[in-house]
């Protein structure tokens, strides 16, 4: 059973970087692309960017110029940095497994990390 | 970006009844479309990938049809652990974008 778990420093201030890591068991990331999503309280579910372990990346415009994503296969973890947070990033991230996948687009996430609460707070 | 717009935003239904939900697209996403389950303080749970095809461990009474611009999610009977918030979500092109959700509750 593959399982993903976020795991961050907590409570960010504005203009810092937040970064989040998640873990993932039951299978190697250097199978599949990996995405993060995010949620604001009481809100929808944003699209922020996936990765594949090769290097590849494909982030959303919106967010392009403060998103970072990186993978360590030796750990089996990946990673998401946003830089110059401010509290519209305040959010549940959330990582997941992306299946059927071209250089272009996957077709959906399969499983999911539980998500973690950021808030961005001076 | 592909803007995806779900109908009805809320539902009220009982126990047992049949509901659907409806996903547009603002362009043509092919079968590109997938929805999700989600309850509160949960992450979403794939319920129906490339439009029509039910995720493994899915009860059958989900299913999804559609096509182009026009999607639907139907329940057949729900059941108590049903009553969640839905989500389309289109994987046609980056970036990756949702409807805005549906709640289903219990009336």
């Known amino acids: 059973q593959v399982q993903l778990q976020e795991s961050g420093p907590g409570p960010v201030k504005p203009s810092e970087t937040l970064s989040l890591t998640c873990s993932v068991s039951?299978?190697?990331?250097?199978?599949?692309?990996w995405s993060w999503i995010r949620q604001p309280a009481g809100k929808g579910l944003e699209w922020i960017g996936r990765i594949y372990t090769s290097g590849t990346t494909n982030y959303n415009p919106s967010l392009k110029s403060r998103v970072t994503m990186s993978g360590d296969t030796s750990k089996n973890q990946f990673s998401l940095k946003l830089s110059s947070v401010t509290a519209a990033d305040t959010a549940v991230y959330f990582c997941?497994?992306?299946?059927?996948?071209?250089?272009?687009?996957?077709?959906?996430?399969?499983?999911w990390g539980p998500g973690i609460l950021v808030t961005v707070s001076s | 970006d592909i803007q995806m717009t779900q109908s009805p935003s809320s539902l009220s239904a009982s126990v047992g009844d049949g509901v659907t939900i409806t996903c547009r697209a603002s362009?043509?996403?092919?079968?590109?479309l997938n929805w999700y389950q989600q309850k509160p303080g949960r992450a979403p749970q794939l319920l129906i990938y490339?439009?029509?095809s039910l995720q493994s461990g899915v009860p059958s009474r989900f299913s999804g049809s559609g096509s182009g611009t026009d999607f639907t999610l139907t329940i057949s009977s729900l059941q108590p652990e049903d009553f969640a918030t839905y989500y389309c979500?289109?994987?046609?092109?980056?970036?990756?974008?949702f409807g805005q959700g549906t709640k289903l509750d219990i009336k």
């Open positions: 979500q289109q994987s046609y092109s980056t970036p990756v974008t």
């Open positions: 490339a439009a029509s």
């Open positions: 362009q043509s996403i092919n079968t590109y």
């Open positions: 997941a497994r992306d299946r059927y996948c071209t250089s272009a687009t996957c077709s959906h996430s399969d499983y």
């Open positions: 039951g299978d190697s990331i250097s199978n599949y692309y």
